[in-house]
């Protein structure tokens, strides 16, 4: 296919470093991988994710987990699983 059009996108310049040095990880390029992203959209005739604004017991959980309150360590899966009951 022969690749001719050009995709400007202005983005913060610490989300692109960041975001570069994971797709480099996957051994991906940014062209790559906005090139995989578009593909899944004409795919799934849609986002390739779920997008949805979370309800608030979800959103109140999130802000939980990101400050570092109410958290659980395990020393594995298994042992988060006996602790869980499952």
């Given at each position: 296919m022969n690749k001719s059009v050009i995709i400007s996108a202005r983005?913060?310049?610490q989300l692109k470093q960041d975001s570069e040095k994971i797709l480099k990880g996957l051994g991906l390029s940014t062209t790559q991988a906005i090139t995989l992203y578009l593909k899944q959209i004409t795919l799934r005739k849609g986002?390739?994710?779920a997008v949805a604004i979370p309800n608030s017991?979800?959103?109140k959980t999130i802000e939980s987990a990101i400050a570092?309150?109410?958290l659980t360590q395990a020393e594995s899966v298994d042992a988060l699983?006996?602790?869980l009951g499952i």
């Open positions: 983005v913060d310049p986002l390739p994710f017991i979800t959103a570092g309150v109410d699983f006996t602790d």
